[in-house]
């Protein structure tokens, strides 16, 4: 098996603040030097307030207590337990560190290490410092070219600017379709960028 390097990550949460809201879907997919996957982890986890958080959940990744376990989703405390142990395993052999790859990465690696309190388990298995942001890359791509977006762009938008199916069952986001459409994306601006 090849060693991971790079880690993509999508996570969907129950509200927009890490403060108060939670990770209720999360995918990362392990990628090796070449970004081809090594690996993936995937699960739900359980709000810790359903209720408090039930409406903005439902409507952006169509989360319902029904739906989730029927999905075997986990509790908080599971989750924060489990992800860490799934990493520490992956990243053995990367002393600085996965590198992580996403859509807006800071705002899923914040929630991310909230789950910790910033406890630096997770900052020594995940290296923030090095993080890859696709809005980044592409920015880096429209300057190398002159035609700079002013505007953060979506994850939609640089899905039909590469080509790439982006998977919303009935327009809603999922962690698995996210994480999917960011490698895909990622890997084609990476050619873009090496080509030059």
Same mark, same amino acid.
């Given at each position: 098996?090849s060693k991971p390097?790079?880690v993509?990550? &999508? ?8 403060r108060q809201? !939670?990770i209720i879907d999360?995918c990362?997919i =392990?990628l090796?030097?070449t970004?081809?996957?090594v690996?993936?982890? *995937? ?5 810790? !307030?359903?209720?408090?958080? +039930?409406?903005e959940?439902e ?6 207590e ?11 405390e599971?989750?924060s337990?489990?992800?860490?142990? =799934? ?16 859509h807006?990465?800071h705002?899923d690696?914040?929630?991310?290490m909230?789950?910790? &309190?910033?406890?630096?388990?997770? +900052? ?7 993080a890859?942001d696709?809005?980044a890359?592409?920015?880096i791509w429209?300057?190398?070219y002159?035609? @700079?977006t ?5 994850l939609?938008e ?5 080509? @790439? &199916?982006?998977d919303?069952? !009935?327009?809603r986001?999922t962690?698995s379709? !996210?994480?999917?459409a960011?490698l895909? @994306? =990622?890997? *084609?601006?990476?050619?873009?960028l090496c080509?030059?």
């Amino acid at each position: 098996m090849s060693k991971p390097f790079y880690v993509v990550i &999508d996570a969907e949460m129950s509200g927009p603040d890490p403060r108060q809201h !939670d990770i209720i879907d999360i995918c990362m997919i =392990f990628l090796d030097i070449t970004y081809e996957e090594v690996c993936r982890y *995937k699960t739900y986890i359980h709000p810790v !307030d359903p209720l408090e958080n +039930w409406e903005e959940a439902e409507e952006i990744v169509g989360y319902s207590e029904e739906k989730w376990k029927e999905n075997n989703a986990m509790t908080q405390e599971e989750f924060s337990s489990d992800v860490i142990s =799934f990493i520490k395993e992956m990243q053995s052999d990367c002393p600085h560190g996965l590198i992580p790859i996403g859509h807006g990465i800071h705002h899923d690696l914040d929630y991310l290490m909230m789950i910790y &309190d910033y406890d630096t388990r997770m +900052w020594d298995l995940i290296n923030s410092n090095a993080a890859i942001d696709l809005i980044a890359l592409e920015i880096i791509w429209e300057m190398i070219y002159d035609d @700079v977006t002013p505007n953060p762009i979506s994850l939609q938008e640089l899905c039909d600017t590469y080509c @790439v &199916d982006l998977d919303r069952p !009935d327009g809603r986001h999922t962690a698995s379709g !996210d994480a999917q459409a960011t490698l895909e @994306v =990622f890997r *084609k601006q990476m050619g873009l960028l090496c080509a030059i």
